[in-house]
């Protein structure tokens, strides 16, 4: 093992331990109109990986103002960070448009919150997986 190795593997043990949150990570299908009911019926979700993860607020994130149908929306960013080592099932790629919703954390306020992926960062040299993600409420 060359020394780099060693640094890396020590610094994704470093980031590993700073992972307090537990997220779950999905794609979820196109929702359907069921004409007898007359309900919107949502798209099936698809888990692709569900465990420990550090969710951050970006610092010089703005809080956009966007507009969805009648709705004003502020676009927060965060940066979800997974354990370096992750695959997703199948070769699966992370895509835009997919979610992460965090199901527990040491901060209450944001179990539940649920953020929309805007893109993902691969590196060798990486200490986690960071995938660009933004609260659209």
Not at 12 to 31: H, I, N, W
Not at 117 to 130: I, L, P, Y
Request: aromatic content about 6%; glycine content about 8%; charged content about 25%.
């Amino acid at each position: 093992m060359s020394q780099l190795d060693t640094v890396l593997a020590a610094g994704r043990r470093a980031a590993e331990a700073r992972m307090r949150d537990t997220v779950r990570l999905y794609s979820q299908g196109a929702d359907s109109f069921d004409r007898t009911t007359g309900n919107t019926v949502p798209g099936v979700q698809t888990t692709l990986y569900a465990g420990k993860a550090r969710v951050k607020a970006i610092a010089q994130s703005t809080g956009e103002e966007a507009e969805a149908g009648e709705r004003e929306l502020v676009l927060r960013e965060y940066e979800v960070q997974l354990p370096w080592a992750t695959s997703l099932p199948g070769g699966t790629r992370v895509l835009p448009g997919m979610r992460v919703e965090v199901t527990a954390s040491p901060d209450a306020r944001m179990v539940g919150l649920v953020l929309w992926v805007t893109g993902a960062a691969f590196s060798d040299q990486a200490t986690a997986w960071r995938i660009r993600t933004e609260d659209r409420s």
